[in-house]
Protein backbone atom coordinates (compact mmCIF):
# COMPACT_ATOMS: atom_id res chain seq x y z
CA UNK A 1 0.00 0.00 0.00
CA UNK A 2 1.07 3.66 -0.31
CA UNK A 3 0.93 5.79 3.07
CA UNK A 4 0.08 9.77 2.61
CA UNK A 5 1.00 11.64 5.56
CA UNK A 6 0.45 15.22 5.17
CA UNK A 7 1.22 15.14 1.31
CA UNK A 8 4.51 12.48 1.77
CA UNK A 9 4.47 9.05 0.50
CA UNK A 10 6.16 5.78 0.86
CA UNK A 11 5.59 1.96 -0.44
CA UNK A 12 4.49 -0.84 0.72
CA UNK A 13 3.50 -4.08 -0.14
CA UNK A 14 -0.03 -4.53 -2.06
CA UNK A 15 -2.53 -6.95 -1.04
CA UNK A 16 -5.75 -8.40 -2.27
CA UNK A 17 -9.10 -5.78 -2.98
CA UNK A 18 -11.38 -6.57 0.10
CA UNK A 19 -14.69 -6.31 -1.56
CA UNK A 20 -17.65 -4.64 0.68
CA UNK A 21 -21.41 -3.59 0.78
CA UNK A 22 -22.26 -0.24 -0.59
CA UNK A 23 -21.42 2.28 2.17
CA UNK A 24 -24.29 5.06 3.04
CA UNK A 25 -23.34 8.40 1.71
CA UNK A 26 -22.46 11.09 4.32
CA UNK A 27 -20.45 14.23 4.31
CA UNK A 28 -18.25 15.84 6.70
CA UNK A 29 -18.71 20.06 7.26
CA UNK A 30 -17.41 22.42 9.63
CA UNK A 31 -19.00 24.47 12.02
CA UNK A 32 -17.70 27.90 13.37
CA UNK A 33 -19.85 29.42 15.86
CA UNK A 34 -18.26 32.67 16.83
CA UNK A 35 -16.29 33.93 14.21
CA UNK A 36 -17.07 38.06 13.52
CA UNK A 37 -19.74 37.36 10.92
CA UNK A 38 -21.48 34.74 13.30
CA UNK A 39 -21.87 31.28 12.68
CA UNK A 40 -20.34 30.10 9.49
CA UNK A 41 -20.26 26.48 8.38
CA UNK A 42 -18.15 25.21 5.16
CA UNK A 43 -18.12 21.60 3.98
CA UNK A 44 -14.96 19.30 4.10
CA UNK A 45 -15.87 16.59 1.70
CA UNK A 46 -18.75 15.67 -0.62
CA UNK A 47 -21.81 13.88 0.16
CA UNK A 48 -21.35 11.49 -2.90
CA UNK A 49 -19.92 8.95 -0.86
CA UNK A 50 -19.07 7.58 2.96
CA UNK A 51 -17.01 10.36 4.90
CA UNK A 52 -17.20 9.81 8.26
CA UNK A 53 -16.16 9.61 11.77
CA UNK A 54 -13.99 13.67 12.09
CA UNK A 55 -11.25 13.90 14.52
CA UNK A 56 -11.11 17.58 14.94
CA UNK A 57 -7.29 18.87 15.44
CA UNK A 58 -5.10 22.13 15.75
CA UNK A 59 -4.17 21.32 12.00
CA UNK A 60 -6.91 19.76 10.57
CA UNK A 61 -9.65 16.77 10.77
CA UNK A 62 -8.80 12.79 10.63
CA UNK A 63 -11.39 10.92 8.79
CA UNK A 64 -12.47 7.70 7.09
CA UNK A 65 -13.55 8.15 3.85
CA UNK A 66 -14.61 5.86 1.28
CA UNK A 67 -12.59 4.42 -1.50
CA UNK A 68 -14.33 2.98 -4.64
CA UNK A 69 -12.62 0.96 -7.60
CA UNK A 70 -14.63 -0.47 -9.97
CA UNK A 71 -17.01 -3.37 -7.95
CA UNK A 72 -14.63 -3.03 -5.10
CA UNK A 73 -15.63 -0.30 -1.59
CA UNK A 74 -13.61 0.35 0.75
CA UNK A 75 -12.03 2.76 3.51
CA UNK A 76 -8.78 4.58 3.94
CA UNK A 77 -7.63 7.32 6.69
CA UNK A 78 -8.07 10.76 5.14
CA UNK A 79 -6.46 14.19 6.44
CA UNK A 80 -7.92 17.37 5.57
CA UNK A 81 -5.48 19.80 6.52
CA UNK A 82 -5.94 23.60 7.49
CA UNK A 83 -3.07 25.02 6.07
CA UNK A 84 -3.74 23.98 2.19
CA UNK A 85 -7.03 22.72 2.44
CA UNK A 86 -6.76 19.88 0.68
CA UNK A 87 -7.41 16.30 1.60
CA UNK A 88 -4.94 13.56 1.58
CA UNK A 89 -5.22 10.04 1.49
CA UNK A 90 -3.23 8.54 5.16
CA UNK A 91 -3.26 4.49 4.11
CA UNK A 92 -4.75 4.01 0.34
CA UNK A 93 -4.24 0.73 1.38
CA UNK A 94 -6.57 -2.82 -0.51
CA UNK A 95 -8.18 -3.18 3.38
CA UNK A 96 -10.36 -0.78 5.00
CA UNK A 97 -9.38 1.45 8.17
CA UNK A 98 -11.79 3.10 10.64
CA UNK A 99 -11.83 5.03 13.28
CA UNK A 100 -8.85 6.94 13.85
CA UNK A 101 -7.57 8.73 16.39
CA UNK A 102 -4.27 10.28 18.20
CA UNK A 103 -2.57 7.70 20.58
CA UNK A 104 -1.49 9.73 24.04
CA UNK A 105 1.82 11.06 23.09
CA UNK A 106 0.34 12.22 19.51
CA UNK A 107 2.98 10.73 17.70
CA UNK A 108 0.53 7.84 15.73
CA UNK A 109 -3.00 7.74 14.81
CA UNK A 110 -4.60 4.38 16.04
CA UNK A 111 -7.65 2.91 14.16
CA UNK A 112 -9.78 -0.23 13.24
CA UNK A 113 -8.34 -2.15 10.70
CA UNK A 114 -10.44 -5.26 8.91
CA UNK A 115 -7.79 -7.26 7.86
CA UNK A 116 -7.05 -9.14 5.35
CA UNK A 117 -9.18 -12.44 6.72
CA UNK A 118 -11.96 -10.27 7.94
CA UNK A 119 -10.59 -9.46 11.64
CA UNK A 120 -10.89 -6.32 12.82
CA UNK A 121 -8.06 -5.36 15.11
CA UNK A 122 -6.35 -2.25 16.56
CA UNK A 123 -3.56 -0.67 14.89
CA UNK A 124 -1.02 2.53 14.75
CA UNK A 125 0.02 4.32 12.33
CA UNK A 126 3.13 6.36 13.31
CA UNK A 127 2.94 10.14 11.66
CA UNK A 128 6.96 9.61 11.45
CA UNK A 129 6.16 8.08 7.88
CA UNK A 130 9.60 5.80 8.13
CA UNK A 131 7.87 3.59 10.86
CA UNK A 132 5.83 1.47 9.72
CA UNK A 133 2.62 0.74 11.11
CA UNK A 134 1.69 -1.98 13.60
CA UNK A 135 -1.29 -3.82 15.56
CA UNK A 136 -1.51 -3.20 18.85
CA UNK A 137 -3.06 -6.04 20.22
CA UNK A 138 -2.42 -9.22 18.40
CA UNK A 139 -4.98 -11.21 19.78
CA UNK A 140 -8.15 -8.63 21.08
CA UNK A 141 -10.62 -8.49 18.22
CA UNK A 142 -13.28 -7.62 16.68
CA UNK A 143 -12.90 -4.14 18.03
CA UNK A 144 -15.41 -1.49 16.45
CA UNK A 145 -14.19 1.84 18.28
CA UNK A 146 -11.70 2.82 21.09
CA UNK A 147 -10.83 5.86 22.99
CA UNK A 148 -7.62 6.52 24.89
CA UNK A 149 -6.88 7.19 28.79
CA UNK A 150 -3.85 8.80 30.58
CA UNK A 151 -2.21 5.80 31.21
CA UNK A 152 -1.25 3.93 28.51
CA UNK A 153 -5.03 2.25 28.75
CA UNK A 154 -7.56 2.62 26.56
CA UNK A 155 -11.37 1.70 26.82
CA UNK A 156 -12.97 -0.59 23.14
CA UNK A 157 -16.30 -1.36 21.37
CA UNK A 158 -16.10 -5.32 21.23
CA UNK A 159 -18.43 -6.59 18.39
CA UNK A 160 -20.55 -9.08 19.70
CA UNK A 161 -23.90 -10.48 21.77
CA UNK A 162 -24.26 -7.95 23.22
CA UNK A 163 -21.29 -5.36 22.24
CA UNK A 164 -19.39 -4.97 25.45
CA UNK A 165 -17.33 -2.15 26.91
CA UNK A 166 -13.68 -3.80 27.68
CA UNK A 167 -10.83 -2.12 29.37
CA UNK A 168 -7.24 -2.38 29.11
CA UNK A 169 -3.60 -1.12 29.05
CA UNK A 170 -1.34 -1.91 26.27
CA UNK A 171 0.93 -4.12 28.42
CA UNK A 172 -1.65 -6.38 29.58
CA UNK A 173 -3.24 -6.77 26.28
CA UNK A 174 -6.19 -8.38 27.66
CA UNK A 175 -9.68 -7.01 27.28
CA UNK A 176 -11.86 -6.73 30.99
CA UNK A 177 -15.83 -6.43 30.32
CA UNK A 178 -17.22 -3.37 32.20
CA UNK A 179 -20.33 -2.75 30.68
CA UNK A 180 -23.04 -4.21 27.97
CA UNK A 181 -25.20 -3.17 24.98
CA UNK A 182 -22.97 -0.06 24.53
CA UNK A 183 -22.91 2.43 21.74
CA UNK A 184 -20.31 3.81 19.52
CA UNK A 185 -18.51 6.92 21.15
CA UNK A 186 -16.36 6.42 23.16
CA UNK A 187 -14.40 9.43 25.60
CA UNK A 188 -12.12 9.59 27.83
CA UNK A 189 -12.83 12.78 30.24
CA UNK A 190 -9.68 14.40 32.31
CA UNK A 191 -11.86 16.03 34.84
CA UNK A 192 -13.74 12.61 36.33
CA UNK A 193 -10.40 10.75 35.04
CA UNK A 194 -12.92 8.41 33.38
CA UNK A 195 -14.10 6.54 30.42
CA UNK A 196 -17.56 8.07 28.78
CA UNK A 197 -19.82 5.86 26.54
CA UNK A 198 -23.70 5.23 26.07
CA UNK A 199 -25.20 2.40 27.09
CA UNK A 200 -28.68 0.44 27.25
CA UNK A 201 -30.11 -0.11 30.89
CA UNK A 202 -33.87 -1.16 31.22
CA UNK A 203 -34.55 -0.15 28.28
CA UNK A 204 -33.03 3.49 28.63
CA UNK A 205 -30.68 5.15 27.15
CA UNK A 206 -27.47 6.08 29.47
CA UNK A 207 -24.66 8.65 29.23
CA UNK A 208 -22.41 6.95 31.69
CA UNK A 209 -18.63 6.51 32.91
CA UNK A 210 -16.00 3.70 33.51
CA UNK A 211 -13.12 4.87 36.45
CA UNK A 212 -10.50 3.01 36.03
CA UNK A 213 -8.89 3.34 39.55
CA UNK A 214 -12.29 2.40 40.98
CA UNK A 215 -13.24 0.37 38.54
CA UNK A 216 -17.15 1.43 38.57
CA UNK A 217 -19.85 2.37 36.26
CA UNK A 218 -21.28 5.48 36.91
CA UNK A 219 -24.64 6.48 35.52
CA UNK A 220 -24.04 10.07 34.36
CA UNK A 221 -27.52 11.35 33.23
CA UNK A 222 -30.63 9.89 30.31
CA UNK A 223 -30.17 11.02 26.87
CA UNK A 224 -33.05 10.71 23.73
CA UNK A 225 -33.21 7.02 22.61
CA UNK A 226 -31.72 8.14 19.38
CA UNK A 227 -28.69 9.47 20.58
CA UNK A 228 -25.28 7.62 19.99
CA UNK A 229 -22.83 10.02 19.05
CA UNK A 230 -22.08 12.83 21.11
CA UNK A 231 -18.80 14.65 22.31
CA UNK A 232 -17.38 17.47 24.77
CA UNK A 233 -17.20 21.22 24.23
CA UNK A 234 -15.50 21.28 27.81
CA UNK A 235 -15.13 18.71 30.29
CA UNK A 236 -18.82 19.48 31.85
CA UNK A 237 -20.12 20.24 28.69
CA UNK A 238 -21.76 17.35 26.32
CA UNK A 239 -23.24 17.67 23.51
CA UNK A 240 -24.99 16.11 21.08
CA UNK A 241 -27.59 16.25 17.94
CA UNK A 242 -31.02 15.40 17.58
CA UNK A 243 -31.90 15.71 13.88
CA UNK A 244 -30.00 18.67 12.57
CA UNK A 245 -29.86 20.80 15.77
CA UNK A 246 -27.52 20.25 18.66
CA UNK A 247 -28.09 20.43 21.99
CA UNK A 248 -26.03 20.97 25.05
CA UNK A 249 -26.23 20.06 28.75
CA UNK A 250 -23.17 20.00 32.02
CA UNK A 251 -22.70 17.02 33.85
CA UNK A 252 -23.41 18.82 36.73
CA UNK A 253 -26.86 20.25 36.11
CA UNK A 254 -27.88 17.63 33.53
CA UNK A 255 -31.37 18.77 33.82
CA UNK A 256 -31.01 21.80 31.97
CA UNK A 257 -30.81 21.25 28.06
CA UNK A 258 -30.53 24.06 25.49
CA UNK A 259 -29.72 24.52 22.14
CA UNK A 260 -26.47 25.27 21.16
CA UNK A 261 -26.57 25.57 17.25
CA UNK A 262 -29.34 24.86 14.33
CA UNK A 263 -27.52 23.30 11.28
CA UNK A 264 -30.81 22.79 9.48
CA UNK A 265 -29.12 25.13 6.93
CA UNK A 266 -26.47 22.90 6.56
CA UNK A 267 -28.05 19.39 6.57
CA UNK A 268 -31.37 18.66 6.26
CA UNK A 269 -31.65 15.42 6.95
CA UNK A 270 -30.04 13.95 9.94
CA UNK A 271 -26.32 14.90 11.67
CA UNK A 272 -24.67 12.21 13.36
CA UNK A 273 -21.45 12.19 14.25
CA UNK A 274 -19.41 14.81 16.27
CA UNK A 275 -15.97 16.48 17.31
CA UNK A 276 -15.60 19.76 18.80
CA UNK A 277 -12.07 21.33 18.96
CA UNK A 278 -11.18 24.91 19.60
CA UNK A 279 -14.15 26.49 19.21
CA UNK A 280 -15.16 24.79 15.83
CA UNK A 281 -17.27 21.50 15.88
CA UNK A 282 -17.01 19.21 12.94
CA UNK A 283 -20.06 17.32 11.96
CA UNK A 284 -21.69 14.54 9.60
CA UNK A 285 -24.25 15.30 7.78
CA UNK A 286 -26.18 11.44 6.67
CA UNK A 287 -27.26 12.24 3.14
Given amino acids: MTLYRHGIACTALLLPFIAHSAMPKSEILLAKPNTEYGLQVSRITSGDSYNNQPLLTNKGIYFTQEVQ ?7 DLAFYSF ?4 TYNL ?7 YSATLTPKGDALSAIVVE ?7 WQYPLNIELPPSRIFEWIEPVG ?15 GEPHTLQYTKVAAAKGQVVAQNIGRTLTFNDSLAAFTFTYTKNAENWLASYAPNSQMVTDLFRLPDSVQDYTFKNDNTVIYALNNRIYQRSLSTPENVSQWL ?3 PYCS ?7 YNNEQLAFVCRK
Avoid at 83 to 86: E, F, I, Y
Avoid at 91 to 97: D, I, K, L
Avoid at 116 to 122: E, S
Avoid at 145 to 159: E, K, R, T
Fill in 116 to 122: ADGKQKL
Fill in 262 to 264: DLT
Fill in 269 to 275: TQITRLS
Fill in 83 to 86: DDQQ
Fill in 69 to 75: TLAHSQT
Fill in 91 to 97: TNSPVSE
Fill in 145 to 159: YHAWGIDNDLVMFIL
